[in-house]
């Protein structure tokens, strides 16, 4: 029903910044959440941040202050600016979304980012 399709990963060096895109399509639902995720290699993927459709918003704490989630409706794009990147935020990232009537996920592939020290 949805599909989602991640872009902006790289590679940066420490301190550097990168903005991650999420395209959304297909059906979906007047309430819903989009939230960033990321995941290391044997590591848990945890969430990082994410945004309702009433525009509120949550960050991780390792990503508070530095991490910004905003969408753009009309484009029907999530986005994660991502500042003063660390070595440690390198997994990929994944986006996801939420149907909060049902608590139905939708995942897309996942956008590989690195940080090099």
């Known amino acids: 029903q949805v599909q989602l399709v991640e872009s902006g990963g790289g590679l940066v060096q420490a301190g550097g910044s990168l903005r991650l895109s999420c395209a959304v399509s297909?059906?979906?639902?007047?309430?819903?959440?989009v939230g960033w995720y990321r995941q290391a290699p044997g590591k848990q993927r945890e969430l990082v941040a994410f945004?309702?459709?009433?525009?509120?918003?949550n960050y991780a704490d390792s990503a508070k202050g530095r991490f910004t989630i905003s969408r753009d409706n009309a484009k029907n794009t999530v986005y994660l600016q991502m500042n003063t990147l660390k070595p440690e935020d390198t997994a990929v990232y994944y986006c996801?979304?939420?149907?909060?009537?049902?608590?139905?996920?939708?995942w897309g592939q996942g956008t590989q980012v690195t940080v090099s020290p």
């Open positions: 945004i309702t459709s009433g525009g509120s918003t």
């Open positions: 996801n979304y939420r149907n909060l009537a049902g608590a139905k996920d939708y």
């Open positions: 297909g059906s979906t639902f007047s309430i819903n959440a």
